[in-house]
Nanobody
Framework: QVQLVESGGGLVQAGGSLRLSCTTSGRTFSSYTMGWFRQAPGKEHEFVATITRSGGNTYYADSVKGRFTISRDNAKNTVYLQMNSLKPEDTAVYYC??????????????????WGQGTQVTVSS
């Protein structure tokens, strides 16, 4: 069983930045495609970004493209989400996820096998 632990959430003003981290203690981190998702109150789960095992390819939702950057450090078993130019509509609980089947980066291909517990991001206007 893979345990994912997110950190880095908090309260920030619109236009500000946050960096989320997701760490696992497992030794198989580098074999998983990783992703970030979010869920705002009263809304459905929403795809944010994904990254391949090597970190060489990434994919973003249109709503965050150009503002958010996903990256990973396999030596540290950690995936990051750098969030810049934050907007109030980015307010949500952010979850990282791992796909052990490596089916792809796009929505509908990425199949999360493991989820973190989530970290709250609140952007004030």
């Amino acid at each position: 069983q893979v345990q994912l632990v997110e950190s880095g959430g908090g309260l920030v003003q619109a236009g500000g930045s946050l960096r989320l981290s997701c760490t696992t203690s497992g030794r198989t981190f580098s074999s998983y495609t990783m992703g970030w998702f979010r869920q705002a109150p009263g809304k459905e789960h929403e795809f944010v970004a994904t990254i391949t095992r090597s970190g060489g390819n990434t994919y973003y939702a249109d709503s965050v493209k150009g503002r958010f950057t996903i990256s990973r450090d396999n030596a540290k078993n950690t995936v990051y989400l750098q969030m810049n130019s934050l907007k109030p509509e980015d307010t949500a609980v952010y979850y990282c996820a791992a796909d052990k089947h490596n089916a792809g980066l796009r929505v509908g291909l990425f199949q999360a096998d493991y989820w973190g517990q989530g970290t709250q991001v609140t952007v004030s206007s």
